[in-house]
């Protein structure tokens, strides 16, 4: 089985307060802009609704409602997704061909990359283990992380004050996703108060 992170580039601040805002006009904007999309991941879960998920727009008004959520766990994916779309809507998706499709420990091996050059501010397995905000349900997948404007800015600086020659001593494809993961955090430097926000599935 293959995995994929997603990243964005957003204002961090105002995702996360989009949730549970009841910003109704909001809602309809990402309907609007995403209707397609909405249809066409109905389609893919169309056994789990029949099961009792939600639809991916019910999901959505849940999570900028703060609720009601469906309370079997099996459906909490739904609103993983309904978030990834509010960021997606807020933000730019970035790029991530070093790490769609990955399998088995490859994020684990870029934390070590990250580690062995001194950056310890950021880790890419952040984005797979961890939930959404408060009052999301949680599921496995989509995983969900941030970097904070803050955390970006000091793992820059780390990656500044690695040498040469560490990062030469890197796997050439573990190096390529590193500086993958560095041009992030230059883009977020480069928004005042943006951070990246990563979702994995």
């Known amino acids: 089985m293959s995995y994929s992170l997603s990243p964005y580039l957003v ?5 996360r307060g989009a949730v549970a805002s009841g910003d ?5 904007m990402i309907g609007g802009r995403f209707k397609q999309r909405l249809a066409q991941d109905d389609d893919y879960f169309a056994d789990q609704i029949e099961r009792g998920a939600p639809t991916r727009y019910d999901a959505l008004r849940a999570v900028i409602d703060g609720g009601p959520f469906d ?13 990834r779309m ?5 933000g730019r998706f970035l790029f991530n061909n070093h790490f769609s499709p990955f399998r088995g420990s490859w994020l684990e ?11 310890t501010a950021v880790a890419v397995t952040d984005f ?3 939930s959404g905000p408060d ?10 992380g941030e970097w904070s404007a803050e955390q970006c800015a000091q793992g820059l600086a780390q990656w500044e004050a690695s ?10 494809e573990v190096l390529e996703a590193v500086e993958s993961c560095v041009d992030w955090m230059r883009q977020a430097r480069a928004k005042e108060g943006y951070g990246i926000a990563g979702f994995g599935c």
């Open 86 to 90: 509010i960021c997606e809507f807020h």
């Open 163 to 172: 040498t040469p020659e560490q990062r030469e001593a890197l796997d050439p």
């Open 128 to 130: 797979m283990y961890g």
């Open 135 to 144: 009052p999301l349900p949680y599921r496995e997948l989509p995983g969900y």
């Open 109 to 119: 091996d870029v934390d070590a990359g990250l580690s062995a050059l001194g950056i």
């Open 11 to 15: 204002d961090l601040a105002v995702v």
């Open 24 to 28: 109704v006009k909001l809602r309809r």
């Open 71 to 83: 309370a079997a766990p099996e459906f909490a994916f739904q609103y993983g997704y309904a978030y």
